[in-house]
């Protein structure tokens, strides 16, 4: 866990610094994000940041959502962007989430949605027995694709006779390019905590024998190229179970937009929840997003109640993908050293506040013994 493995960081930066992108968004997001940014000048890695207003006080100001041009400057002139998140009870239909969010994720061509799966402390695990290397594992979720695409369309709506239709799309070039990048990711040394590092797809291809069926055919012919790899496949309804039952039977998830959808919670559920879930939207050597799994929790927004830790793990992600895997590594550190000193917020049982949580993120790193 502490180890970098990223395989699909960006090309060596040409001399000059990095440029991130933040988008704190609404809720939480500005909190948790504002935590996490006091690493980035410990961790002695200049880089040059800029906020964008994206969120719901500036849509409800200004009627914007993602502006034109946006997409062209992130992927042109920014390395990475850092998310917190977005979605609030005055935006209808979270226009402003699906905009911005979903705008970033197909428009960049983020097609990897990387979720670790990895335990901190046993005492976070609801399963009985398990331990940290029993859970320790990564989810590949495809993300440009699926039923989130959006097509479909409802007929006589808000009649007894209404017929609504969801389409899943799959494409051949989509499913190979997500397999291939679970390969990718297992082969990376250290990757795999078994013998030989394991790939297991994830699919329905029983009840969905076309778009599902797809995903089988793929998965077998790029397997067939990694003889090396232990390489299995699970319906979905027996991935579910086997999250619970045997994490420790995994390395490598893959498996469609929907099903990681599902499945990447339940992963942030045996690890303590979504406060210490963290996430990347790929696409290896370009700009890419980096976000923590939890929305924009308003119940709990503006309360000092959010745990920061997410976004600390989040951060850590993003400079992998810089290329700056020892500042990862060095903050993935200290985030488990909290975890494992009890320095927490109550949603993982302890006593302490964001900000709090936030400083012994920050003394962790520094090297400062003090509680
Ligand atoms: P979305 O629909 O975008 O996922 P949501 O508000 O429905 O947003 P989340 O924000 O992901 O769902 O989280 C669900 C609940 O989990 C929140 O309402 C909150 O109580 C809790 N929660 C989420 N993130 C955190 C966090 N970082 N710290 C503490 N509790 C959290």
């Known amino acids: 866990m502490t180890q970098s493995v990223y395989p699909f960081g960006l090309a060596p930066p040409s001399g000059r610094r990095r440029r991130i992108a933040v988008i704190a968004g609404d809720g939480i997001g500005p909190e948790v994000v504002a935590q996490a940014l006091r690493a980035v000048e410990p ?4 880089l040059d940041i800029q906020h964008f207003p994206w969120s719901a006080d500036h849509y409800l100001k200004t ?3 993602l502006p034109k041009g946006a997409l062209s400057e992130l992927r042109d002139h920014f390395d990475a962007i850092f998310f917190g998140a977005l979605g609030d009870p005055r935006v209808p239909d979270g226009v402003v989430a699906k905009d911005v969010l979903l705008g970033l994720r197909f428009g960049l061509d983020l097609y990897i949605n990387l979720r670790p799966v990895q335990l901190l402390d046993e005492k976070l695990c609801p399963i009985k027995g398990k331990q940290r290397r029993d859970v320790n594992f990564w989810v590949l979720r495809e993300n ?14 808000d009649t007894p006779d209404e017929v609504a239709i969801s389409e899943d ?9 997500i397999i291939r990048a679970a390969y990718t990711l297992a082969n990376v040394p250290h990757a795999s905590s078994h013998k030989t590092p394991r790939v297991c797809m994830v699919d329905k291809a ?4 076309h778009a599902h069926g797809l995903w089988q055919r793929t998965f077998r012919q790029v397997a067939a190229e990694y003889p ?3 390489s299995s496949h699970l319906f979905v309804d027996v991935a579910a179970m086997e999250f619970v039952r045997t994490p420790e039977r995994f390395d490598v998830v893959v498996t469609s937009n929907l099903f990681g959808d599902i499945l990447t919670d339940l992963g942030a559920a045996i690890c303590g929840g979504l406060g210490v879930a ?7 050597g370009r700009c890419s997003l980096f976000e923590p799994v939890h929305g924009s929790a308003p119940d709990i927004a503006g309360k000092g109640l959010a745990n920061p830790l997410a ?26 050293q909290v975890v494992l000193a009890g320095l927490v917020t109550r949603d993982l049982g302890g006593q302490l506040s964001t900000s709090e949580c936030g400083d012994a993120v920050l003394r962790a790193l520094t090297g400062a013994t003090r509680n």
């Not at 959006?150 to 007929?155: C, I």
């Not at 799309?169 to 390019?177: I, M, Q």
């Not at 029983?206 to 024998?209: G, K, S």
């Open 43 to 46: 961790l002695g890695i200049a």
């Open 63 to 65: 009627q914007e959502t």
């Open 144 to 157: 440009t694709e699926g039923p989130y695409v959006q097509m479909g369309g409802s007929f006589k709506r």
């Open 169 to 177: 799309l799959n494409t051949r070039r989509g499913v190979e390019r």
């Open 206 to 209: 029983n009840a969905l024998p």
């Open 228 to 230: 090396e790899t232990t």
């Open 278 to 284: 963290a996430s990347g939207n790929i696409h290896p």
């Open 311 to 336: 976004a600390f793990l989040t951060l850590a992600m993003l400079y992998d993908h810089l290329g700056e895997s020892q500042a990862g590594d060095r903050l993935r550190r200290a985030v488990e």
